[in-house]
């Protein structure tokens, strides 16, 4: 390279300005020059590259900032958290961020140049990509059934606004014979009337592309509006696809059955009222509820809370029987102390009084030990009940034991052992001992001459109401649970069980009535079972190619698994929504709250996606973050 070299150009400098041009143009043809521009172009990118170049780095950054954005998004949908706070800046998600950017000077220096893609716009964006992503899969997995057979589930309430919302899953069988029952939206509705409600279920059916035709089921609760023979949603339903077996919910019935059952016998009705009573007390006065922990604490060793009752809560009513029994004498104690106190409030102090009298009488304690007796075997079969994985035969078979053990708990010996706990737990505790309650008698004029009859003991007259709470209870399961929609279902069991021909299945397209019969001759040559759930047990443990040969039985057991007992996932959708909408966050919008609500119970799918993906259909959506954020 030495003898390409021209000093005057590297180290000397030019001086000759009058002859320039020629220096110039003698240097611009020279060996020096040329090797020169050579080299350069060789080691050193065009401005046009070098410019890419950046371009590039800085959509690189931008990428690696959109996935952690759609990160810190995917964490607090997940935990059901706030994203804004007071403000944005002390927001859950802002914070979030600044607390990834600490770490990560990169991150820290594109956010403070790009505040647009952290906008609660964009948030709601991201939001709905994911949400809509869990709600596809959801659709994916039923339309890939072998046979499209679903169901729906409806329940409604209001948020804390005063907002009606209306709950819907959907329930069917996956690829294991294991009914599945997913989430898929909150749904605002303007009015709450059967037809709307009829609306809005057909417009999420048309939106997951899901034809009325595969409808197998649905499960409400006993609302008017839903199980309406003319005008309720189910009739509505029924007049587009007949075969949609409407049921209604089984853990409502048993809590219908438990509140007629106790509303019906006085003795349970009074005791359950100052348990209320109780509840109501401890939870209003702070100072009552501390006394009442430390008494318990000193006496037992132990605490547990007493809560008021709710109607329309499915089991706290034998939880609460067994606390008040548990820690009877120390609720005695705290009340007396509750009613002396001089620095408690009138009105507490005489509240305390009250319910001390009630609960020191031996009928409240009787009534209490009669409740448990019965609601604790109804609330057993409500918790039996609330399982995903329930089917309608597995329903009517608890329905019957337990009706069958309120049949024999009605017998004098089983009283008897009942009423003696109670007149020993009372003269244990020193309490006032079972009485007779004051009987009006008739009068002549509507009584006539006969004598009219009294009960001599306080054991004759409470077993009459003990022996009514059962009547009450073995009758409303009989009406409760005698749905007539579930006739065809009962039938294609029994075609399941037995083989016996059966009309029904000609009233289902996905069943033929001759090769099922020919199928069902061979699986049950080859297997023994008694119900649809063991048939369900072979059908899991056997070999694809052999479970391939009884392709329309397992149609048929899958028809009797789609059918929901409940409304359950439903509801705990909307034990979701009170999390999520709470006093605090009261302005979020529909979208929002409906696309927080996906992502929220669908916590393991959430989880699964790809946040690459979301952040590509982000970027999808606008020329102008292309050019941000580039491709990746």
């Known amino acids: 390279m030495a003898r390409n070299t021209e000093q005057t150009f590297i180290s000397l400098g030019f001086r000759n300005w009058k002859k320039g041009r020629e220096a110039f143009d003698k240097h611009t043809n020279s060996k020096a020059h040329i090797v020169a521009v050579n080299k350069h172009t060789h080691t050193h990118n065009s401005v046009r590259m070098q410019l890419c170049s950046i371009s590039e780095k800085s959509q690189e950054a931008a990428r690696s900032a959109l996935v952690k954005i759609v990160s810190s998004l995917r964490y607090l949908a997940r935990q059901g958290l706030a994203l804004r706070g007071h403000d944005n800046d002390e927001g859950n998600f802002k914070q979030h961020l600044e607390e990834k950017a600490e770490s990560d000077p990169k991150l820290a220096s594109w956010l403070l140049r790009n505040h647009a893609y952290t906008s609660p716009e964009c948030q709601n964006e991201i939001l709905q990509l994911m949400s809509n992503a869990i709600i596809r899969q959801i659709a994916k997995n039923i339309h890939a059934l072998p046979v499209l057979q679903y169901s729906l589930i409806m329940d409604g309430t209001q948020d804390i606004s005063g907002t009606e919302q209306i709950s819907i899953c959907l329930r069917y069988v996956d690829a294991d014979l294991e009914p599945r029952e997913d989430f898929v939206g909150l749904y605002e509705a303007s009015s709450t009337t059967g037809e709307h409600l009829f609306r809005i279920a057909s417009d999420v059916l048309l939106r997951l592309n899901l034809p009325f035709s595969g409808l197998r089921g649905q499960t409400y609760d006993g609302a008017a509006n839903m199980s309406g023979h003319l005008s309720g949603t189910q009739a509505l339903i029924r007049r587009q696809q007949p075969l949609a077996n409407f049921v209604h919910c089984g853990p409502h019935c048993v809590n219908l059955v438990t509140q007629a059952t106790c509303k019906s016998t006085p003795v349970i009705r009074d005791a359950l009222h100052w348990i209320h009573e109780l509840g109501c007390l401890l939870a209003q006065s702070g100072k009552c509820k501390t ?20 109607a329309t809560r499915w089991t706290v009513r034998a939880p609460a029987i067994r606390a008040v029994l548990s820690q009877y004498n120390a609720i005695l104690s705290a009340l007396e102390e509750m009613a002396s106190a001089a620095k408690v409030n009138d009105n507490t102090a005489s509240r305390a009084h009250g319910v001390l009298q009630k609960l020191e009488s031996g009928n409240t304690v009787l009534g209490l030990l009669l409740g448990q007796e019965v609601i604790t075997r109804l609330e057993g079969l409500n918790s039996s009940l609330q399982a995903r994985g329930k089917t309608i035969s ?11 053990g309120f049949l024999s708990l009605r017998a004098d010996d089983a009283f008897k052992a009942i009423y003696d706990k109670a007149v020993d737990f009372a003269a244990d505790l020193d309490l006032q001992q079972i009485q007779l309650p004051h009987v009006r008698m008739p009068s002549s004029k509507h009584g006539g001459p006969a004598k009219h009859h009294t009960p001599a003991t306080p054991e004759e007259y409470f077993r009459v109401q003990f022996f009514s709470a059962i009547d009450m209870a073995t009758t409303q399961l009989h009406e409760r649970f005698d749905q007539v929609s579930l006739g065809n279902l009962v039938k294609l069991e029994e075609l399941l069980i037995t083989g016996n021909k059966n009309m029904v299945v000609s009233l289902y397209p996905e069943l033929d009535l001759q090769a099922l019969q020919i199928q069902l001759a061979i699986f049950k040559a080859n297997n023994t079972y008694t119900s649809c759930k063991e048939a369900v047990q072979i059908l899991r443990g056997m070999p694809p190619e052999v479970r391939g040969l009884f392709s329309q039985v397992e149609t048929l057991v899958r028809l009797l698994l789609v059918v929901p007992v409940s409304s359950c996932e439903a509801e705990r959708s909307l034990s979701a929504l009170r999390r999520l909408k709470n006093w605090l966050r009261t302005t979020m919008t529909q979208l929002r709250l409906n696309s927080t609500a996906v992502c929220h119970i669908h916590r393991d799918t959430l989880k699964a996606l790809d946040k690459r993906e979301i952040a590509t259909a982000f970027i999808g959506t606008s020329e102008r973050r292309v050019h941000v954020f580039g491709q990746f």
């Open 291 to 310: 006394t009442f922990k430390d008494i318990a604490m000193s006496t037992t060793g132990s605490f547990t809370s007493i809560k008021p009752l709710c």
């Open 394 to 404: 597995g329903m009517l078979k608890a329905v019957e034991y337990v009706r069958q």
